[in-house]
């Protein structure tokens, strides 16, 4: 079994910054794609950061120059560290990562539970 599990969300003031984190554990024999999106309400689910599969980074346009993604190989761990946060980032913040358990099982998108973020003064 698999599990993503975020940390790090909270309440900030505009202009503050956070660092959420994501930790794979269970049966795990490679990990691609890491990444986060984003869900706030009433909008759809957006790709916030993500590592690509030839580990270029892809970046939602309104965060670029703010946010950086990163990533520890050796404790399976994904991270997103955003500075000059703004109310419009307030949302649901989700870790997604495709995930193969076995070297004979095909690889499978996992989701964290979700961490909030909220921006506001």
């Known amino acids: 079994q698999v599990q993503l599990v975020e940390s790090g969300g909270g309440l900030v003031e505009p202009g503050g910054s956070l660092r959420l984190s994501c930790e794979a554990s269970?049966?795990?024999?490679?990990?691609?794609?890491m990444g986060w999106y984003r869900q706030a309400p009433g909008k759809q689910r957006e790709s916030v950061a993500a590592f690509t599969t030839d580990g270029g980074t892809n970046y939602l346009d309104s965060v670029k120059g703010r946010f950086t993604v990163s990533r520890d190989h050796a404790k399976n761990t994904v991270y997103l560290q955003m500075n000059s946060l703004k109310p419009e980032d307030t949302a649901v913040y989700y870790c997604k990562a495709d995930i193969a358990p076995s070297i004979s099982t095909p690889r499978t998108r996992y989701w964290g539970p979700g961490t909030q973020v909220t921006v506001s003064s």
């Open positions: 269970g049966s795990i024999f490679r990990i691609y794609n």
